[in-house]
């Protein structure tokens, strides 16, 4: 089936499956590979994206469910030279480390801030519940989370 | 923040190089490449925790559409394929080998855990691949599974050659000296305890990626190993997939090991091998699911534990019982771990003269144990570091006071334990003082009463650690069993423009090696940080490597760069003579110049490695070129030290136990980057947390995982952790370069010991086992 989506700016037009998940048209036909898998029940956050400017898992999205939308990951947040705040606060506070869990983060992170949920370390550790970190036991994310919400 | 920047040396906070791909999105994990003609591999995973493996009908999967082909471990027997070895041998108490039950990479015969493979589906998708595996149609011949550690010796034998199911019955130490001690002892304290079963779940799962070119005959494995040079050398010269110069692999950014990516797994093996069998490149990447039933686990212990202590509180002896749960095969390090990385380090901070340990090694129906972060060393500080919360207890002693009495003091070092190791360096109430001051020991009883006064619990825990890290001397280790060396290399190869590109045998999934290894050649040679690039995990591009694992990356990897480095100015100081026709004794290097002494005259880097590749004005004896290589093989062991503490609340109503303070202050010797130790050890802290209070791998009866997914296997979450407290004290180890002793595994050693000591001082009992889940701290708290 045909489902027509805008994803980093991009208009596409693409022939999927009723049973294509998001995250594989993101990842396999787009070739955006920032955009990771980290488990299969939706827990981990990995494949955070935002859709209409809200972040979701896109790992729990038929790629039809998008037909019309408006799609952003990582790739479309920021450049190397001009980062989106997040990525810079990310780099800052050393809120990564094997960066495998780290789009995810970010996406989830910045919705958290775009709703007015980062006000304090407490709603920010609510806020992420959704997303798993093996690496950094989330020390150095909150304060990432919390720096950036200063400068957004 | 950016005051940080200024410096970029060791001992600098330098914001990591790698996170500008990382934090864009354009990391290049082992699943995000693709080869052209790839195709897709799904594995056939026994249903079964024991099994005998009938026909296999694959007529109608090999009729669906996109299916290219099945192989079985029959067709791979066929091939003459190997088995997956364990590399460490370890010898039971009367002298005899180990038994190790063969593994074969795809099982023909029998299986004998839950998600074992014995064949794979290769299909133009993944979604034909695994339509196609549900179709495949597998005559199996059940049979009783040994699931409960408990009872397997006493079970059917699980492995022909293994009677009893135990591999081993492993001993060390002094049992007269320790039943001497007992004997003499006015107390005795007795702890049954159980170390329980965790699995790594790097958020990355394993996957690999392999091309065969039948020109070359050359086999290109991507894989998400912490030691591809391991691996390859595995693969090829106990596997026999293909000659070691003809298989190279490449790990890329990996998403987290842990320790669970060090072992050479039955899937990129049969990956590699189906793609030069079928002739396409063939793609593999495990869901979660499998990651939890094919990853091998860690821990598993059940112990015995017996202090004896005089009347005033000094330890006599200590005796330990373990039962340490193998799987059902021996993975890469299994045989080490419940030995070599335990029984040595059960003298932990302490002066304790007469130490023995049992520990018997036993296989069950489940997958593979072996090193998950820490790995031994965990096991080992549980145990010391409850029993002597417990004893102080008993014995009505402030738990800081035992330990003080008993702590090996700074001036007994270099010293010489009862159970092999020598410590060559601590300061260990340097760590304990600073981290009494940092959770307000003082303030404690006034804090405990504010929580009674709500209703609540209060409890406070320690944990004074010891490990052993900086693996290790190669002939000690190759004397205790270990298959290969243990040392590490570099090279420094500087480019014709004086920038420098350093290859190196360590593999960073993580901890920043690409920042950290730029520092400490960027110091060396005074070059600017960013002209130094790191490469690593490229079988093609670096010489050799054991890899990382064991928090050995700096203390060896880092030491064989120094090392390397060291060797370029050596060589430069050759050239910069010739240049300025002065003698080479006369040249001083510093901060990126050779000058001759009591002169003005010095040339820069820059230009010395330009006249090594342009050699005019150039030594007549001397080769062309500015790169140099080193193996570096520690003379000892790293001690990392220190002290955690845990102060926990509980919520008697619901059982919740909150961590409200974590402190911890480690000796890891000199830092380079204390950014990324301090992310270490946070890390490592979360995972012992989650050990103790919500991590359980839990099977079934007849062996099934029951803890399959994140839905039932409680990972931490943000929401479960509390800020940490993190400092260091600094002893800097005495036998390296660099004076460094390895941060990737302090926080998961320190930390179990120490919230389930808070967790019992709070709840007055030490009836509860990990984890201290909130279902066992309410019925407790019930009195149930």
Redo the contacts between chains.
Sequence with gaps: MNVEFTVNGTAHTLDVEPNTLLVDVLRSTLGLTGTHVGCDTSQCGACTVHLEGRAVKSCAVLACQVDGGTITTIEGIGTVDDLHPMQEAFRECHALQCGFCTPGMIMSAIDLVERGEAGDEGSVRAGLEGNICRCTGYHNIVRAVLHAAQRM | ?NDRNTDTGIGAAV??K????????????T??INEVGQCHAVFLRSPYARADIGEIDVSAPLEMDGVIAILTGRDMAADGLGDLPCGWSVKSKDGSDMISAPHPPLASERVNYVGEPYGVVLAETR?AARDAAEAVATDFGELEAVVVLKTATSSEAIHEAVPQNRCYLWELGDEQATDAAFQNAAHVVTLELTNNRIIP?????RAALATHNPASDEITLYTTSQNPHLARLILSAFVGLSPEHKLRLIAP????G?GSKIFVYPEETTVAWAARRIARPVKW?A???ESFLTDAHGRDHLSRVELALDADGQFLGLRVRTTANLGAYLSLFAASVPTYLYGTLLAGQYRTPAIHVEVEGVYTNTVPVDAVRGAGRPEATYVVERIVEVAARQLGIDPVELRRRNMIQPDQFPYQTPVALVYDTGNYQASLDRALDAIDYGGFPARRAASEAAGKKRGLGFACYIEACGLAPSQLAISLGAGVGLYESGEVRVNPTGSVTVFTGSHS????HETTFAQIVSDRLGVPFDDVEVVHGDTGRVEFGLGTYGSRSVAVGGSALVVAADKVIAKGKLIAAHMLKADPAAIDFESGEFSVRDSNQSLSFGEVAFAAYVPADYPEDLEPGLSEKAFYDPENFTFPAGTHIAEVEIDPQTGVTEVVAFVAVDDFGEVINP??V???V??????GIGQALLEHGVYDDQGQLITG???DYC?????D?P??DVDTTITPCTHNPLGVKGCGEA?AIGSPAAVMNAITDALGTEEITMPATSEKVWRICRGD
């Design positions: 923040m914001l990591r790698e996170d500008r791909r990382f934090i864009t999105g354009f990391g290049r994990y699943d995000d979604q779940n790097a958020i990355e799962p950014d990996v998403g987290g842990f990447a869901d979660r699911s999934h993580g901890q920043g950014m990324i301090e992310g270490q946070h890390g490592g802290i979360a995972q997914s994140y839905m990972m931490p979450r943000a929401d952790l800020d940490f926080g």
